[in-house]
Every structure is written in C-alpha cells, then in structure tokens.
T-cell receptor, first 114, second 115 residues
Framework: AQSVTQPDIHITVSEGASLELRCNYS??????LFWYVQSPGQGLQLLLK??????LVQGIKGFEAEFKRSQSSFNLRKPSVHWSDAAEYFC????????????FGGGTRVLVKP | DAMVIQNPRYQVTQFGKPVTLSCSQT?????MYWYQQKSSQAPKLLFH???????NEADTPDNFQSRRPNTSFCFLDIRSPGLGDAAMYLC??????????????FGPGTRLTVT
C-alpha cells in the first residue's frame, strides 16, 4: 500500500525567511502529487499539484514544489514566508491504480515568528 | 463562486443520539467524499460516491452511513455517536476518480462535539 511521510511535525520559521517542507512517498507507480494547506478550524485548500510534465510546479501564495522521482520526494518551498503562512500543510498522493484516492501525509505545522 | 458548502459548521450531539451532517456543492462534480479528521491528524477517508455508486472504505465503522440524493448534496449520518467520533468532518468533491486525475475541493468542515 502507498504511504506518505512528512518527516517534520513542526517547523518554526522567521517572517521573511525561506521555508521548505519535506514529503516522501512510497509506491512503485508514478504518483499524482498534491500539497494542501489548512488554517485552524478550516478545510483544506489546494496549493499546487503535479500530474506530469515539468517537475517544478508553481502554486498559489508564492509556493512551489519539485518532484524528484529518484528520491520519491515532492518538497514544498517558499522563498519568503509571511505571517499568514502559519498553518498546517499536508502532502498527498494519488495513484490511478488505487482509484485516484488521496493518501495524506501526517502534516507539518508551520509557525511563523515575527 | 462555485464551492463546497458544509452545514452546520459546528454540531454538538449527545452520546448515542443520531446526527446528520450536510454537504452541498455547486461545482457539478460527480465524485463526493467524506473524511474524518481528528485533532492534529491527517484526514481519513470514510467513503465516497462516484455518481450514485457508494464506495465504503474497509475500515469505516458501520456506525457511519451516507446518502447522496442528487448530484449536489451528500449527507453523513452517524447512527450512534460515541465520544471517539468527535472530530472535524470534511466533505470534498472532484470531477472524476477513475480515469484522469483531478484535484479534490474541500469544504470548510463540520466540527462535531459529542457530550
């Protein structure tokens, strides 16, 4: 069965600093990859997705992610964080063979220091 | 704006008292999902509808049921809520789940408290 790992449970970053969130998956087939953000008490908002093509994808709110097949990774980055980026971030994968159902990682909570 | 709407946003029910959560969508998506999300955890898929076809996850308790009377609406029924069912319940939709990949659009969630 596929699995998704987000190694960092919490990350604290200063406002204006860069941010990188790690995501690794395990499965043999080519995945469809997603990053979602969840503010407290809210639903999930899609930041970006990768289905095929250019492995560096741009998303909303200044985020980007890079798919590295050799490392089974899809890390999320932002060059300069804003206080409003404080939230929980979930990486998710889907596989056609599994009916395109999402499997989520455990999430990374990002705290932004002034 | 096209969207996924969940009502109510907050629901308090008593132990063992049936409760229904509602989801509606204006996206005209053919797939609707229900997730359970407990505090500080990832969402867990309970079941989904592909059009009118119901697909239950293997580990979803029988206490959880769902109805989809039409394309726009989907309900989550908890027949006898226990304290362990207190969670955020998220509804999501997507255009297709069997062929091409599509992203899922999530509603704001309903936070269920069981007293």
């Amino acid at each position: 069965a596929q699995s998704v790992t987000q190694p960092d449970i919490h990350i604290t970053v200063s406002e204006g600093a860069s941010l990188e969130l790690r995501c690794n998956y395990s499965y043999g087939a080519t995945p469809y990859l997603f990053w979602y953000v969840q503010s407290p008490g809210q639903g999930l908002q899609l930041l970006l997705k990768y289905f095929s093509g250019d492995t560096l994808v741009q998303g909303i709110k200044g985020f980007e992610a890079e798919f590295k097949r050799s490392q089974s990774s899809f890390n999320l980055r932002k060059p300069s964080v804003h206080w409003s980026d404080a939230a929980e971030y979930f990486c998710a994968v889907a596989f056609k063979a599994a009916g395109n159902k999402l499997t989520f990682g455990g999430g990374t909570r990002v705290l932004v220091k002034p | 704006d096209a969207m996924v709407i969940q009502n109510p946003r907050y629901q308090v029910t008593q132990f063992g008292k049936p409760v229904t959560l509602s989801c509606s969508q204006t996206l005209n998506h053919n797939v609707m999902y229900w997730y359970q999300q407990k505090s500080s955890q990832a969402p867990k898929l309970l079941f989904h509808y592909y059009d009118k076809d119901f697909n239950n996850e293997a580990d979803t308790p029988d206490n959880f049921q769902s109805r989809r009377p039409n394309t726009s609406f989907c309900f989550l029924d908890i027949r006898s809520p226990g304290l362990g069912d207190a969670a955020m319940y998220l509804c999501a939709t997507s255009r297709d789940s069997s062929g091409n990949p599509y992203e899922q659009y999530f509603g704001p969630g309903t936070r269920l408290t069981v007293t």
